[in-house]
Every structure is written in structure tokens, then in C-alpha cells.
């Protein structure tokens, strides 16, 4: 989804969900109202709670509780299937659905603080494909597309559970592993090679990718990078170390890296 789709769908769930929340709150006040008004008639006219109209009122009174219970019901159904839209129109990538960089880089800041305080470390993967432009020449962009949402998926199988897959852009993506060491982070780098070593993909056109490799970049912190900002771009200068070593394979930055990535 275009950002501009993506802006106005925002908008219009959250319209939505404004318009919902108000009427049930008018509702709400209609009902206060409503039976305000029947237990005054009740305590006015029929002291002794004794009259025909009596069990008429009292049944009134019931089926609009009961109605606004179920007013209350649904719009927590729908105010929950909202949010969760929202969510995926926030945190999510619209191609691959792994999550996109702006939350990545959130969890990143968030993740620098958890490491200063228990001490321990973090590093991020920079991942970035070697013959992706290769799959659109021979083929078209819908064929790339498919091969990007199939190769977010084996990144995704590749980190471990507390890990997380965002994509930067393009065929580039950024894997966060919490509480790891730049050692530790070469351990999933390298199944993250070996894996698409041995993965062919398919696409719904019948056409066969076997000759994508990915070039990876390590960064750690607090051993090399200082901020999210060094933490990012020191990954994305060791990434284009591997990749003028000829791609699939990954280096680990160091506060030596060159001071200018080439690509």
C-alpha cells in the first residue's frame, strides 16, 4: 500500500473508530437518562413498587441495559479489530510483513536503554541481496516482489524468537537481536546463509531464483557503536565489506571500518 493509501486508511479507521466511541457515549447518556426518569416515575407514582405499569417499566428498564451491555460488547470487538489494523498499517511492511524501520529503529532505542541497564549487549544484522536487481532484469518486479516477501519469510525462520525482522527498503532488511554478542549475532548470520544456500524460490509464474545470495553486516553495542545512529550504519559499511568480497558471506564492524561505504 502506497504511503499516501496507507495515511488515508489511518485516518479513516481512526474516523471510524471516533464515530463509534461517540455514539456509544451518547448512547450511554440516553440510557442514564432513560432510567433516571423510570425509577423516578416508579418512586413518584408507585411508592409501594405495586401497579399495572410497573412490570412494564422494570422490562424496559431490562432490555436497555441489556442493549447497551451489548452496545458495550460490540464495540470492544470492533475497537479491538481496529487497533489491530492499525497496527499492521503502523509497525508492519506492506510487501513482506515483517516490520518496518521506523518501529525497528524504536525497538533499537528501546533495546540501548535495556542494555545499558542490565549490563549486556546488542547487535543488528544489515542484510542486503546480491543479485536482486539480476530477478527483476530477468524477470519483472511482481516476480521481485514475490522473491522479497519469500526471502523476509526465511529471515524471519532463521533469527530466534526474541529477534526481530525489519526491512529498510528495497531488497535491504535489518535483523535486532537483544542481549547478543557480535559472535553470538554471526551464529544466525550464518544460518541465515546456509539456509538461502540451500532454498530455491519459487514464484507463482513458475519462475526459479537459485542464484540469490545476501551479503551481512554486524554491529554490536556497546562494543563498537555508541548510539542507534553508529549501530545501523557501522552494520551497513561491514555489509558492503562482504559484498566487495563477493557476497554471501558476512563480516562483523569494527571502529575500523572505512569512513565512507561504497557500494
Known sequence: MPRDEKTGELQ???????????????????????????????????????????????????????????QAMLLKNVSREIDSKIELLVLYDDL?????????????????????????????????????????DQHDHQVGNQVLRQLAELLQESVRSNDLVGRLGGDEFLALLPETTAPEARIVAQRMLDQLRQSRFITDTGARIDFLTVSLGI?????????????????????????????????????????????
Open 96 to 136: 513482506t510483513g515483517v516490520y518496518n524501520f521506523r518501529y525497528i529503529e524504536q525497538r533499537i532505542d528501546q533495546e540501548i536503554l535495556r542494555a545499558d541497564r542490565g549490563g549486556h549487549s546488542l547487535s543488528v544484522i544489515y542484510i542486503d541481496s546480491d543479485r536482486f536487481k539480476d530477478v527483476n
Open 219 to 263: 554491529c554490536s553495542y556497546p562494543e563498537v557503536a555508541q548510539s542507534r545512529e553508529e549501530l545501523v550504519l557501522l552494520a551497513d559499511r561491514a555489509m558492503y565489506e562482504a559484498k566487495k568480497k563477493g557476497g554471501d558471506n558476512v563480516i562483523i564492524a569494527t571502529r575500523q571500518q572505512p569512513t565512507k561505504a561504497q557500494a
Open 12 to 70: 479513516r479507521l481512526r474516523r471510524l473508530h471516533s464515530r463509534m466511541k461517540l455514539v456509544f457515549g451518547l448512547s450511554a447518556l440516553a440510557t442514564t437518562f432513560v432510567m433516571a426518569c423510570s425509577a423516578a416515575y416508579l418512586v413518584l407514582n408507585y411508592g409501594d413498587m405495586r401497579g399495572p405499569l410497573v412490570p412494564i417499566i422494570v422490562a424496559a428498564a431490562a432490555s436497555i441495559i441489556l442493549l447497551h451491555i451489548f
